[in-house]
């Protein structure tokens, strides 16, 4: 009977880790097809478009400009475009549109164009790269419990993968996707995949090569969907290099401690260059994306040097961590708000290019991050007894989470605009500190069961508070596309929950 039960163990948790992915990937086609399941609507194609120019050897897109607009002494002013047509959030230079947004994801359509596939909507990519984060998400937190909290119950495993994946800001980007959103999850994908790979090579005995060059690969991929991500990166890098230091200084073994350094800087570092050289042959610079000369609304030209500064840290924190819906009578309950740090702090001089976008703080969508202070808390504890292999591994992974997510959070409140989509670029390694951090509470308090308990239904009490306002957020901010798209389930939803 032992036996059989022993046995049936490993299938039923492989099997409840089968249901929560599905479960999650079910939600991301519901929401992205506004209840549709089948008819996804397409914003932009932008992706497509270069896809197809590189297709054809070309670097521009093949939209040809306005005549008018190119005729234009000026065409980056707004006020003086008058009656020319042109695309919003592109750059345009030397009579040619370009996107600053990275190449990566473009690339990725390539094969699918090449198979004979039509005009292929930025709505895909954002729905894969979404369901990528999510599976890199979710590897690396089975990974973590595999290797650092077998004590930890198995069933709370995939509660936590269905919390990581359901909360804030998924299913508000996947219902709003454009190429903003296609360039921000594959970002996060690729590097994520890249710290999954790196959390394998740590504790896999001996420590595969190939991993750390595969996660070099993956970082690169991710500067070239977005280079913003060039933060977390060089903040897991720095960290890599740190710990290899360690062992080096501890062990002695230059070539064990070497090797996965420098299989880790070679990819990275020749992505970098292949960045670099895009840039050189669209702009005559290798540093310059084509950010100095896109079209927008405003007159970014007149403000380059004041898209980022310190003078945005405080408003700007309040309304990524802290911002607070407004309330509606009846279905959805919250209004969300445009993000309004800016008048907690009245003394602050902004730049008229400041700007906020609909936002819900962090704090408020998604308070099981929370936990994410547990961990950061137990570094400070100093050890008496020598840590074991384990212990050493775990508090380094430890330390480049935290450090991915404050590097990802410096560079978003220096930024001149906020946004809901940005936050995607530091929920997941927060998520995963807050996941370390329930579990360390947990196996903290085994020994007392009362205790336990009362820990575990409060962390199980903000998973779902932190899934259910992170969803009626996103009914809230769309309300008028789901009127739109669907309006018969939006006349079910407004029924059902009339209150």
């Given at each position: 009977?032992h036996?059989?039960?022993?046995?049936?163990?490993?299938?039923l948790?492989?099997?409840s880790?089968?249901?929560s992915?599905?479960?999650?990937l079910?939600?991301?086609?519901?929401f992205?097809?506004?209840?549709?399941?089948?008819?996804?609507?397409?914003?932009?194609?932008?992706?497509?478009?270069?896809?197809t120019?590189?297709?054809?050897?070309?670097?521009?897109l093949?939209?040809q400009?306005?005549p008018?607009?190119?005729?234009?002494?000026?065409?980056?002013?707004?006020?003086?475009?008058?009656d020319?047509?042109?695309?919003l959030?592109?750059?345009?230079?030397?009579?040619?549109y370009?996107?600053?947004?990275?190449?990566?994801?473009?690339?990725?359509?390539?094969p699918?164009?090449?198979?004979g596939?039509?005009?292929?909507?930025?709505?895909?990519?954002?729905?894969?790269?979404?369901v990528?984060?999510?599976l890199?998400?979710s590897?690396?937190?089975?990974?973590l419990?595999?290797?650092?909290?077998?004590?930890?119950?198995?069933?709370?495993?995939?509660?936590?993968?269905?919390?990581?994946?359901?909360?804030?800001?998924?299913?508000?980007?996947?219902?709003?996707?454009?190429?903003?959103?296609a360039?921000g999850?594959?970002?996060?994908?690729?590097?994520?995949?890249?710290?999954?790979?790196?959390?394998?090579?740590?504790?896999t005995?001996?420590r595969?090569l190939?991993?750390?060059?595969?996660?070099?690969?993956?970082w690169?991929l991710a500067?070239?969907?977005?280079?913003?991500?060039?933060?977390?990166?060089?903040?897991?890098?720095?960290?890599?290099?740190?710990?290899?230091?360690?062992?080096?200084?501890r062990?002695?073994?230059?070539?064990?401690?070497?090797?996965?350094v420098?299989?880790?800087?070679?990819?990275?570092?020749?992505?970098?260059?292949l960045?670099?050289?895009?840039?050189?042959?669209r702009?005559?610079?290798?540093?310059?994306?084509?950010?100095s000369?896109?079209l927008?609304?405003?007159?970014?030209?007149?403000?380059?040097h004041?898209?980022?500064?310190p003078?945005?840290?405080?408003?700007?924190?309040y309304?990524?961590?802290?911002?607070?819906?407004?309330?509606?009578?009846?279905?959805?309950?919250?209004?969300i708000?445009q993000?309004?740090?800016?008048?907690?702090?009245p003394?602050?001089?902004?730049p008229?290019?400041?700007?906020?976008?609909?936002?819900?703080?962090?704090?408020?969508?998604?308070?099981?991050?929370?936990?994410?202070?547990?961990p950061?808390?137990?570094?400070?504890f100093k050890?008496?007894?020598?840590q074991?292999?384990?212990?050493?591994?775990?508090n380094?992974?430890?330390?480049?989470?935290?450090?991915?997510?404050?590097?990802g959070?410096?560079?978003?409140?220096?930024?001149?605009?906020?946004?809901?989509?940005?936050?995607?670029?530091?929920?997941?390694?927060?998520?995963?500190?807050?996941?370390?951090?329930?579990?360390?509470?947990?196996?903290?308090?085994?020994?007392?069961p009362?205790f336990?308990?009362?820990?575990?239904?409060a962390?199980?009490?903000?998973?779902?508070?932190?899934?259910?306002?992170s969803?009626?957020?996103?009914?809230?901010?769309r309300?008028?596309?789901?009127?739109?798209?669907?309006?018969?389930l939006?006349?079910?939803?407004?029924?059902?929950?009339p209150?």
């Amino acid at each position: 009977m032992h036996r059989q039960f022993s046995s049936a163990r490993p299938r039923l948790f492989t099997v409840s880790i089968a249901a929560s992915l599905l479960l999650v990937l079910v939600c991301y086609a519901w929401f992205i097809s506004y209840g549709r399941w089948t008819n996804w609507p397409t914003r932009t194609t932008y992706y497509d478009q270069l896809a197809t120019a590189f297709q054809h050897h070309h670097l521009a897109l093949e939209l040809q400009p306005d005549p008018l607009l190119l005729a234009l002494t000026n065409p980056y002013n707004p006020a003086k475009r008058g009656d020319s047509k042109y695309l919003l959030d592109v750059s345009l230079y030397a009579g040619k549109y370009y996107l600053y947004f990275g190449p990566v994801p473009a690339l990725m359509l390539i094969p699918l164009k090449m198979a004979g596939a039509g005009v292929l909507g930025d709505e895909l990519l954002v729905f894969a790269m979404t369901v990528g984060v999510f599976l890199a998400q979710s590897a690396l937190i089975v990974s973590l419990w595999k290797h650092f909290f077998r004590a930890v119950p198995a069933w709370l495993v995939p509660l936590c993968l269905l919390c990581a994946g359901l909360v804030s800001p998924w299913a508000w980007m996947l219902t709003g996707a454009r190429v903003y959103e296609a360039a921000g999850a594959g970002a996060q994908f690729f590097f994520l995949l890249g710290l999954w790979m790196i959390l394998t090579a740590l504790v896999t005995s001996p420590r595969s090569l190939g991993w750390f060059a595969g996660a070099g690969l993956a970082w690169a991929l991710a500067l070239g969907s977005r280079l913003t991500q060039i933060f977390p990166v060089a903040s897991f890098c720095l960290l890599i290099a740190i710990f290899f230091l360690m062992e080096y200084r501890r062990t002695r073994e230059f070539a064990s401690c070497a090797l996965p350094v420098i299989s880790l800087a070679l990819p990275l570092m020749l992505g970098v260059g292949l960045l670099g050289w895009y840039n050189q042959a669209r702009f005559g610079s290798p540093f310059e994306t084509g950010f100095s000369y896109q079209l927008t609304l405003g007159y970014m030209q007149k403000h380059l040097h004041e898209l980022f500064s310190p003078v945005y840290i405080l408003p700007n924190l309040y309304d990524y961590l802290l911002a607070t819906p407004g309330r509606q009578p009846g279905f959805p309950f919250l209004r969300i708000l445009q993000g309004s740090g800016l008048t907690l702090f009245p003394f602050l001089r902004l730049p008229e290019i400041y700007n906020t976008g609909s936002l819900l703080g962090l704090l408020c969508s998604t308070p099981f991050i929370l936990f994410a202070g547990l961990p950061v808390a137990a570094l400070g504890f100093k050890k008496t007894a020598p840590q074991t292999e384990a212990a050493r591994e775990l508090n380094w992974f430890t330390v480049g989470l935290l450090a991915a997510s404050l590097a990802g959070l410096a560079s978003l409140v220096a930024f001149f605009f906020s946004a809901m989509r940005y936050t995607a670029d530091i929920l997941p390694p927060l998520m995963l500190l807050a996941i370390l951090g329930f579990w360390q509470g947990e196996r903290l308090l085994a020994p007392q069961p009362g205790f336990r308990r009362l820990y575990l239904a409060a962390g199980i009490g903000l998973m779902l508070f932190s899934i259910t306002v992170s969803t009626l957020a996103v009914f809230s901010i769309r309300t008028e596309d789901f009127q739109a798209l669907n309006p018969t389930l939006w006349a079910q939803l407004t029924q059902i929950f009339p209150w």
